[in-house]
């Protein structure tokens, strides 16, 4: 079974950082692309960043650029996402999700890890 | 604001069909695929349409997608009231700014 779960999360004061983590099993992470997709407090889904499978090519929102950082370690079947100068506008649960092979979208997600930005 | 746009809400009454459209641009659904998503709150996002109009197995054949140009719609038949949820199109931006994801706003549907 799939399986992706999220942790890292909590409260930070604006300026801070976080990193979160994504750990995943059931199948063969080092073959998929990974994102981070967020979700502020009753808001829309907003892409935040992603990463390929050997590293070798990471996206990000414009809103992120320069202050988060996507790696992965496919040898702890792990996801992580490095949070520095932290805005109360990043406030929002923040999920990973495996992105198919075969251009078939999100076709799993994990339960997500709250992140609050006090300013 | 939302690189794609949805309505934000939509309404049908049980048994009725509903349409959700999604528009874009050039660089997202006038050249990549779209997909959709369904999500009930406090739940995690589910597929339910992938390239354009492909169900995942277990997706009832009651949803059903379509793509035209720079726009997309979401087709729910026989409108059940399981199917209230809040829906998302997303597709691939090929911007020169940046690619990346992009989601439109979200439609909540309501059945009434």
């Known amino acids: 079974e799939v399986q992706l779960v999220e942790s890292g999360g909590g409260l930070v004061q604006a300026g801070g950082s976080l990193r979160l983590s994504c750990t995943a099993s059931g199948f063969t992470f080092s073959n998929y692309w990974m994102s981070w997709v967020r979700q502020a407090p009753g808001k829309g889904l907003e892409w935040v960043a992603n990463?390929?499978?050997?590293?070798?090519?990471?996206f990000y929102v414009d809103s992120v650029k320069g202050r988060f950082t996507v790696s992965r370690d496919n040898a702890k079947n792990s996801l992580y996402l490095e949070m520095n100068s932290l805005r109360a506008e990043d406030t929002a649960v923040y999920s990973c999700?495996?992105?198919?092979?075969?251009?078939?979208?999100?076709?799993?997600w994990g339960q997500g890890t709250l992140v609050t930005v006090s300013s | 604001q939302s690189v794609l746009t949805q309505p934000p809400s939509a309404s049908g009454t049980p048994g009725q069909r509903v349409t959700i459209s999604c528009s874009g641009s050039?660089?997202?659904?006038?050249?990549?695929?779209v997909y959709w998503y369904q999500q009930v709150p406090g739940m995690a996002p589910k597929l339910l349409i992938y390239?354009?109009?492909q169900r995942p197995s277990g997706v009832p054949d009651r949803f059903s997608g379509s793509k035209s140009g720079t726009s997309a719609s979401l087709a729910i038949s026989g409108l059940r009231s399981e199917d209230e949820a809040d829906y998302y199109c997303a597709a691939w931006d090929d911007s020169l700014s940046g690619p990346g994801w992009v989601f439109g706003g979200g439609t909540k549907l309501t059945v009434l």
């Open positions: 999700a495996r992105e198919n092979k075969e251009a078939a979208g999100f076709d799993f």
């Open positions: 390239k354009n109009n």
């Open positions: 050039s660089s997202n659904i006038g050249r990549n695929y």
């Open positions: 990463i390929k499978q050997d590293r070798s090519q990471k």
